[in-house]
């Protein structure tokens, strides 16, 4: 019943990282702000991949509701916690030394915390959904689905111009801003007990 939920967010959840890994030959000035800005974003990209990673883990069709409410309502805090961070690190890096680098950081700065938000609307849903009916747990989570779709594909403008030209280029040259994959052990939110999951989190 997890399945829709988890190839949403395989699908979307790390809008940021879309770099590719062309380059050229950017200024000092321009590399040495990718770097600042891709030395905090490692670690926020890191938690995004393992709580997508905690989701797709808990796609059984054999998964109890109230295992998949918490799994997925602690991977939406984490990747909501992930992106507000990531606005941050875009902010405190100052507008990137390029045309219009200005107008360019705050729209990303806007962006990511929107998606922050949105993630965190998305685990209070997730919170309010009936454990106990089956059949309307699987309906809630495809409405999640559903959102989790448009969160994804709408907005990301904004990032994808931060990501362009050569501000792209700089960045895409940092392993801070390159996509990580899901660390292969669990996360705590993927191993709650049963007990523990059937109470609701605050």
Known sequence: ??????AALSGGAVLVLTLSGCSDDSDDKVNDWAKEVCDQV????QKIA???GDIQRQTADNSKPADVQATDSA?????SQAYKALGAAVNSAGP???DDGETTQKEAVKELNASSVAYAGLKTKVDALDT???AKFADGLKGIADELNKISTSGDQAL???QSGEVGAAMAKQKGCQKPKASSSPSAGSSVSPSASASKKA
């Open 1 to 6: 019943m997890n399945k829709k939920l988890a």
């Open 42 to 45: 490692q670690p926020q990209l």
């Open 50 to 52: 393992d709580a997508n």
């Open 75 to 79: 991977a939406f805090q984490q990747i």
């Open 96 to 98: 990137p030394p390029v």
């Open 132 to 134: 106990k009916d089956q």
């Open 160 to 162: 994808k111009k931060l």
